[in-house]
């Protein structure tokens, strides 16, 4: 079971073995996608070698979220879904370092000896190669470098397709796109959410297409529009093909970003459910139509071509 530790300068910190004997991969890891998940490998296979504890260290809230807070914060994971994902990587100990205002003006220097060496004690570190922290983003690879004294340190090369490495900026802008076959190249995964179930108007139902209706998580919203999806019920390893509409449905003068799921070829009560929902590919944008009639039949059709998306799968 994961660890989850927030307070890196307590008296239970400096315990053994709690604190002694880490190898730690340091990140915000927003997104957790393939370049991340090379950094955890690389800091696992270390921790694997030397008989060393694996752990995490991130940051809450983002830093961006911080030094901006009137702009869009646009973070792909909220943290308990990004903790959930470590604990499924193998990852033991979590640090959740509050970014505040006494973390945000520490200095590189301050950050590597108070925290990584007195607090944790940490025996290797790992980072992607352009990983900068401290105040004024004052540290860098080349300094963690040079701590051989306190701790051994590997810095992963940024991993891509192409030219094009692997970042959590382009996640962002494939969501905005609804390309979500390069969302899923670059995350090595479906993009997903993991969603309550909520009462709706049964707008759908009487439409002759019952839907899964959902709030959006607190993170970056993609395109509005039709996706074809794959969902599965908590607990649940089998996955049922659908078609979702994500949006403020115009046509039936919605105001609320809602997440609809229709079941192709499935009736099952959702309702107050946990649901999985897999955006394998976007249809088409979210449209106002002239009347119901007009509505039903591109439900119809967005219904056929979301079968034909997922048929091979």
């Known amino acids: 079971m994961l660890r989850v530790i927030r307070d890196v300068n307590s008296l239970a910190l400096r315990t053994k073995p709690a604190s002694s004997k880490l190898a730690l991969a340091i990140g915000n890891f927003d997104g957790l996608h393939r370049g991340h998940q090379a950094v955890i490998a690389r800091m696992k296979a270390h921790a694997k070698a030397q008989g060393l504890r694996p752990a995490l260290m991130t940051f809450e809230p983002h830093p961006r979220c911080y030094f ?25 100990q979590a640090y959740v370092l509050r970014f505040n205002p006494a973390l945000a003006t520490m200095t590189a220097d301050n950050f590597i000896a108070n925290i ?41 090369t940024p991993m891509g397709e192409g030219i094009r490495k692997f970042s959590s900026s382009d996640v962002r802008a494939a969501l905005r796109e609804g390309d979500m076959e390069r969302v899923a190249s670059i995350l090595g995964r479906t993009y997903h959410w993991t969603r309550q179930v909520i009462h709706g108007r049964a707008k759908g139902r009487e439409l002759g297409f019952p839907t899964a209706n959902m709030l959006p998580p607190p993170v970056l919203v993609p395109r509005f529009g039709v996706y074809a999806v794959w969902c599965s019920m908590e607990g649940m390893n089998k996955r049922m093909a659908g078609v979702a509409n994500l949006g403020t449905r115009p046509t039936i003068d919605g105001t609320h970003t809602r997440l609809e799921v229709h079941l192709l070829d499935r009736k099952i009560d959702l309702y107050d459910a946990r649901l999985c929902v897999e955006f394998a590919a976007f249809i088409r944008p979210e449209q106002r139509f002239a009347g119901v009639d007009a509505l039903i039949q591109q439900i119809t059709k967005d219904c056929q071509t979301a079968k034909a998306i997922l048929q091979p799968a």
Request: overall charge negative; glycine content about 8%.
């Open 68 to 92: 901006k807070p009137d702009a869009p914060c646009d973070r792909l994971l909220t943290l308990s879904d990004k903790l959930a994902m470590a604990e499924m990587m193998g990852i033991e």
């Open 116 to 156: 990584l060496v007195q607090s944790l004690q940490v025996r290797h570190v790992v980072t992607g190669a352009d990983f900068v922290f401290g105040y004024k983003r004052g540290g860098n690879s080349a300094m963690l470098a040079a701590q051989s004294e306190h701790f051994t340190y590997d810095a992963v």
